[in-house]
């Protein structure tokens, strides 16, 4: 875990891959016990430490996060989450090559599968919305591939991974939506390395990028 940005309110760090954002039950280590660790240890307080998870991120997707130190800073950040104003960029390669280098809206209706744990396009589903442009194209191992910047409008399950999916073009390596590449998922080329919100207490604009 490394720290970018702490106060008495506010915590971002960045998270690697293969740690999970909060607990699930199993042994696998999770970002939200380590921040707490860390408050614990460096401020020298005893019992139980707040910690507000107000977003997360999968497993294998590294990237920048934001907790909360208190419930106000946990509330002010979730509603903001909620009206859409925190911004976040992300870096993905995808399969195939793709052209465009102003960026493409597009947007699908996904769902849930909880048993499965994967998402799926249902015109049933709730909107999910992202923009992405190219950054460069190239092969690995002789497959097409390109780097793109993706902006989340709305932040629904593996939206990325659903999104590129559905439109021919998986992320390299996801072998659950549709990639026939096997690679180390330590190795997962997904990384939320922009996020950009407003202070909770201060008011003002926050902006990190890694």
Sequence with gaps: MEVLYEDNHILVVYKPKGVLSQADGSDKVNLLDMVKEYIKEKYHKTGN???GLVHRLDIFTSGIMVFAR???????????????????????????????????RITHNLK??????????D?????????????RNYK????????????LE??????????????????????KYGSKNEID???????????????PITKQIMVFER
Excluded: C, W
């Excluded at 191992?141 to 902006?151: M, P, W």
């Design 154 to 175: 709305t932040g629904r399950f593996h939206q990325i991974r659903v999104q590129m999916s559905a439109i021919g073009h998986p992320l390299y390596g996801d072998r």
């Design 112 to 121: 849930k599968n909880e048993k499965e744990r994967k998402g799926y396009v």
């Design 123 to 135: 015109p049933n589903g709730q909107v999910a919305v992202l923009s992405y442009k190219v950054i």
């Design 49 to 51: 430490v707040y910690v």
């Design 70 to 104: 208190t419930s106000k800073a946990a509330r002010r950040l979730s509603e903001d989450i909620v009206n859409h104003e925190f911004k976040k960029k992300y870096r993905a390669t995808v399969e195939g090559k793709l052209e465009n280098t102003e960026y493409v």
């Design 185 to 199: 998922m330590n190795a997962f080329p997904l990384e939320a390395y922009y996020l950009s919100f407003t202070h």
């Design 140 to 151: 690995i191992k002789n497959q097409e591939v390109s780097d793109i910047e993706v902006v």
